[in-house]
C-alpha cells in the first residue's frame, strides 16, 4: 500500500502531515510513502530530510494523490463544499476507494463530505477521536492546542508593552502583569503554565466544575460562579456544555468585574459543533485599561469576542486584540512532529500485517467515533444530525473571504 502526503494548500497554514520519523516508522510496516515536493519547507523539513528517511518525492498534488490508498493530511482537502481560490480539487485528484484521515472540521461543508463519498472515500475526521485513555496518543486537538495556548501568550508578550514579571530595580519597582484565562481546556491550561512561567499573575475561568481544581493546581486563581448549574456543566467526553442565558448573565457580571483588573487576557472557549461563546463584550473591552491585551483562540469559530476579526491585529478602546487565523501553524515545526506522530498512531492499528492492506475494526470505539464517510456514504451521527445551515459559525463568511 501507498500513503500520500501532499503541501498544504489552504491559507495560514504551515503544518505537514508527516516527518522524517513517521515516514521510517510506515516503511518499516511495509508502507510505499509518497511525498509532494515542497510540502515540509514551512515546517522546516527538506524534501532530502524525506527522501532520505525512505519517501519517494513526487512533482505535484495529482502524483501523490492518484496513487495513495491512504492520504493523511492536515487540513480538510480542497474540494466541492471546500474550495480554496486558484487551487484545484485535490478530491477530484484521489483514487477511488482511497483512505482519509486529516481535520475535516466535521459540522461544516456538507458538500465536501458527499464528494468524498461520491468517490467511495473513507475518511477519518481527526477532531472527532474519542477521549479514552488508548486514544491519548491520537488525540491531534489535544496536541495542536498545547501549542496554540502558549504561542497564545508569546503573541500576547510580543504586542503587551510592559514585562510580565515583578522585577526590582534601583530605579523602582515593576508591577508584575496580570493575565485573565478564559476557558481551561488544554489549550488555556498552557497558556496558564505559560504565563505563569513568564511571572505574570494568572487568573482562570471555566463552566466544568472539574477545570477549578486544574486551574489552582497550576498556581492560578479561579474565577466562576459557582452555583447548581455550574457543578452539571460539563458533557461526559469532558467538554463545556452550552450554558442557559440566567447562568451567562451572572458570569458576564463577574468577568465584568474582573477584566478591568486585568492587562492580558486570553481567550479559548469553544463549544464542539457551535459558534463560540461571547464572553468578552464590546463594553468589557472599553472598560480595560489602554495598552491591555486580548488573544482570541476562538476567532475562527466566531470568537469569544466579538471585536476580534480573523486574521487581523486590531485596536479597540486603546485594546490590541489579537485574531490570528491557525495559532498552532505559528510553531509549525513542533506542531507538524506532534500531528504526525498523532496520525502514526491513529494509522498503524488499522493497517495489516506486512502493509499490503487494511483490516479495519468497525466495532472499534475509535473507528465508529472517526469515520465519517465510508462505502458510498456519510455514515457518522452527529453529522448527519446536524443541518447544513447550522453547520456554519457567524464569521463564516469573513473565513471564506479569506480562503
Known amino acids: 500500500m501507498k500513503i500520500g502526503i501532499v503541501r498544504e494548500r489552504r491559507p495560514n497554514e504551515n503544518r505537514v502531515a508527516a516527518t522524517p520519523d513517521t515516514i521510517k516508522k510506515f516503511v518499516g510496516l511495509g508502507l510505499e510513502v509518497h511525498v509532494e515536493t515542497g510540502a515540509g519547507t514551512r515546517a522546516g523539513i527538506t ?3 524525506f527522501a532520505n528517511a525512505g519517501a519517494t518525492v513526487e512533482s505535484g498534488p495529482a502524483e501523490v494523490l492518484g496513487q495513495a490508498d491512504i492520504v493523511l493530511k492536515v ?10 481560490k486558484g487551487e484545484a480539487d485535490e478530491v477530484a485528484m484521489m483514487k477511488d476507494g482511497a483512505t482519509l484521515a486529516c481535520l475535516m472540521e466535521p459540522y461544516r461543508d456538507r458538500g465536501l463530505f458527499e464528494a468524498l463519498a461520491a468517490r467511495n472515500i473513507s475518511c477519518y475526521a481527526m477532531e472527532l477521536v474519542p477521549r479514552i485513555s488508548r ?29 510580565f514579571p515583578m522585577m526590582m530595580t534601583a530605579a523602582g519597582t515593576v508591577p508584575p502583569a496580570k493575565c485573565l484565562v478564559m476557558g481551561a481546556g488544554v489549550a488555556g491550561l498552557q497558556a496558564i503554565a505559560t504565563a505563569r512561567r513568564l511571572g505574570a499573575v494568572v487568573s482562570a475561568t471555566d463552566v466544568r466544575p472539574a477545570a477549578k481544581e486544574q486551574v489552582e493546581s497550576l498556581g492560578a486563581s479561579f474565577v466562576a460562579v459557582e452555583d447548581e448549574e455550574f457543578k452539571q456543566a460539563e458533557t461526559a467526553g469532558g467538554y463545556a456544555k452550552e450554558m442557559s442565558p440566567a447562568y451567562r448573565e451572572k458570569q458576564a457580571a463577574l468577568i465584568a468585574e474582573t477584566i478591568p483588573k486585568q492587562d492580558i ?7 464542539p459543533g457551535r459558534p463560540a461563546p461571547v464572553l468578552v463584550s464590546a463594553d468589557m473591552v472599553k472598560a480595560m485599561k489602554p495598552g491591555s491585551v486580548i488573544v482570541d483562540l476562538a476567532v475562527e469559530q466566531g470568537g469569544n469576542c466579538p471585536l476580534s476579526k480573523l486574521g487581523e491585529v486590531v485596536e479597540e478602546h486603546g485594546v490590541m486584540i489579537i485574531g490570528h487565523a491557525n495559532m498552532p501553524s505559528r510553531v509549525a515545526i513542533d506542531a507538524s512532529a506532534l500531528y504526525a506522530k498523532n496520525l502514526l498512531n491513529f494509522v498503524s492499528p488499522l493497517i495489516a500485517e506486512g502493509g499490503t492492506s487494511l483490516s479495519v475494526d468497525m466495532e472499534d470505539e475509535i473507528v465508529k467515533g472517526t469515520l465519517v464517510t465510508n462505502a458510498g456514504e456519510i455514515v457518522h451521527d452527529s453529522v448527519l444530525a446536524i443541518p447544513e445551515s447550522a453547520s456554519k459559525p457567524k464569521r463564516a463568511a469573513a473565513k471564506a473571504a479569506a480562503d
Request: with cysteine.
Open 47 to 49: 524534501d532530502t530530510g
Open 75 to 84: 487540513q480538510k482537502p480542497i474540494g466541492p463544499g471546500a474550495p480554496v
Open 135 to 163: 486514544a491519548q496518543s491520537m488525540d491531534v486537538l489535544s496536541s495542536q492546542s498545547n501549542l496554540a495556548g502558549y504561542k497564545a501568550v508569546i503573541e500576547a508578550g510580543a504586542a503587551f508593552g510592559r514585562a
Open 265 to 271: 487576557v486570553i481567550c479559548t472557549a469553544l463549544i
